[in-house]
Structures are given as structure tokens and as C-alpha cells.
């Protein structure tokens, strides 16, 4: 499909970080206003850092190469206000490229939380899905001790595994593609979708 958007290519080193298989996802719990995330790849290092504005009536999410914020990589709106199965989309802030969407699953959600995987032209394409019914409703009604980890899959092939470590100060998540040896799913919307089962999964469960 041609387009009259004028890009900017990446930068080597941003597009770098989006290569590798595995991340770590960390957000402290005590924050006021908005929410940050800090995604460390396997070596240790920062690889993003996201920011969600606060304040706002449509969640605006915010992911840069780094704690400055001086390079912005994505962005990740919601569609509408306040909507409990809104839809999110996600653009390449430094080409202006709309990468897919993102969009929860509401009454679905009550008992199991669900997220389409949405292409370009907004055609389903994959799912995120929580482990398992059984757990899930066992988070909702009796305990939300229990970590949540949640499956990713395109064409009904697995590209990710989205998995929670219990801490009661620090969220932790463990962010792995390595099944996805054909680059089913843009790394980029998968960033996005790890971004977004910590803010909005996250927030749910009071973290």
C-alpha cells in the first residue's frame, strides 16, 4: 500500500533493541500519577522506558530508548474515553508508521482477560491471552497472589509468553519471543502489548 507519509528511518541502535528474544519489564507499585515502566533487555541493560501520561481521558502511553525520554520509539492511544474494551493503537513515533492495534476484550475479560491482535487495516491477526480459566478466576474471587501470565498467538502459532513474578513493591515481568523463530508478530506491537497488560492488567489488580 503506497503512502504520502514522509519517515525518518530509525536509529541503528533503536532498531536494535527491538531484536532481541527476551525482556524484563519493571514498574514500581507506589506511583502517584501516571505509571512508568522500565524494559530491561537480557543483558541487563535499559533497552525502553515508557511513560504514561497522567491526567488524561484517553490513555496515552508514551515508550522512549531510555529514563532521559529524548528518543521517542512508540505510541500507544486509546481510541476512546473510559472504555473498559477500547481499542489502542500503536504508531512508530519515529516514522509515523501505524504499526497495528491493540484491543481488550471486555466482557470476556470478567472472567479471563483477552486482548486482539490487530494489523494495519484493523483485521484480527492474533491473540493474548490469560493462562488459564481455572486461575484466573481464582485471581478474581479469591487471591490476586497468584501471578498472571498470559500466551501469546498469531495465526494460532505461539510468538510470546508474558509471565508475572509476585513482589508486593516492584511488578516484575518476564517478556519472551524466542517462540517465535518466524517473526510472526512486529516486535514493536509486542513491546506495546507487554506495555499494556502491566498498565491496564496491573491497574486492575490494584498494582
Known amino acids: 500500500m503506497s503512502t504520502a507519509l514522509q ?8 532498531a536494535g533493541r527491538f531484536g532481541q528474544s527476551r525482556y524484563m519489564i519493571r514498574r514500581k507499585f507506589f506511583k502517584l500519577f501516571g505509571g512508568a515502566f522500565h524494559i530491561y533487555d537480557a543483558a541487563g541493560n535499559v533497552a ?3 511513560k504514561m501520561k497522567a491526567f488524561k ?6 515508550i522512549y530508548s531510555g529514563e532521559d525520554m529524548q528518543e521517542e520509539l512508540l505510541t500507544i492511544q486509546a481510541r476512546s ?12 513515533a519515529t516514522t509515523g508508521e501505524r504499526v ?3 484491543r481488550r476484550k471486555a466482557l470476556r475479560s470478567i472472567l479471563r482477560d483477552q486482548w486482539l491482535v490487530l494489523d494495519v487495516d484493523g483485521q484480527e491477526v492474533g491473540r493474548i491471552e490469560e493462562d488459564s480459566m481455572l486461575l484466573a478466576l481464582v485471581r478474581r474471587l479469591l487471591t490476586n497472589l ?3 501470565t498470559f500466551s501469546g498467538t498469531v495465526g494460532d502459532v505461539p510468538v510470546l509468553t508474558f509471565r508475572q513474578h509476585f513482589n508486593p513493591f516492584i511488578q516484575k515481568i518476564d517478556l ?3 517462540v517465535d523463530t518466524q517473526r510472526r508478530l512486529d516486535r514493536r506491537l509486542g513491546i506495546a502489548a507487554a506495555v499494556l497488560l502491566c498498565a491496564i492488567e496491573g491497574r486492575q489488580s490494584g498494582g
Open 7 to 14: 519517515t525518518r528511518p530509525r536509529s541503528d541502535l533503536a
Open 48 to 50: 525502553f522506558y515508557s
Open 57 to 62: 481521558l484517553k490513555e496515552d502511553l508514551r
Open 81 to 92: 474515553i473510559l472504555d473498559l474494551g477500547a481499542t489502542y493503537d500503536v504508531t512508530d
Open 100 to 102: 497495528g492495534a491493540l
Open 146 to 148: 497468584i501471578p498472571q
Open 176 to 178: 519472551d519471543f524466542s
